[in-house]
């Protein structure tokens, strides 16, 4: 899987993440970083990129991992967030890169669930940071997979 084809999977299927301007940069085995730039049509009443668009970003740092180790393990497996929370720590102004570098552990939870074809739950976190590499935001999401 590639940002390219990623992005334009976002488009068609994620529409509103798109729109929003949330784009996959990079994409490789253990980890995922996705940038998203404040404007106009993703900001909030204080002049700051809206809370949904940085969880529609953190997201897909997550799930663009989990949908290529998927893709790579050859298997039909299902995938679905089961829980998420957050924390903000300063002003999401200018771009923001969210990455989660929790590859390993997703590699580990498709090993276990082809190995005994039960469910797998997991955590996986992605930490939005602006230019200047401050960390704005950080979310962690629960995953669940399992084979179809």
Request: hydrophobic content about 40%; charged content about 20%; some cysteine.
């Amino acid at each position: 899987m590639t940002p390219k084809k990623i992005n334009t999977f976002t488009m068609f299927k994620l529409p509103s993440a798109w729109l929003s301007g949330v784009r996959v940069k990079e994409i490789d085995k253990s980890c995922c970083r996705v940038s998203v730039k404040h404007r106009w049509i993703n900001q909030n009443p204080f002049n700051s990129m809206y809370f949904a668009v940085q969880a529609m970003a953190a997201e897909l740092s997550t799930g663009a991992l989990v949908m290529s180790h998927i893709t790579k393990s050859g298997k039909k497996i299902s995938m679905l967030v089961a829980n998420n929370n957050s924390s903000f720590t300063k002003k999401a102004t200018g771009r923001i890169t969210f990455s989660c570098n929790d590859g390993n552990v997703l590699e580990k939870a498709i090993q276990d669930t082809i190995a005994t074809g039960e469910g797998q739950t997991f955590w996986m976190k992605s930490v939005g940071v602006n230019e200047e590499g401050i960390k704005v935001s950080e979310f962690n999401f629960e995953w669940t997979i399992r084979i179809k």
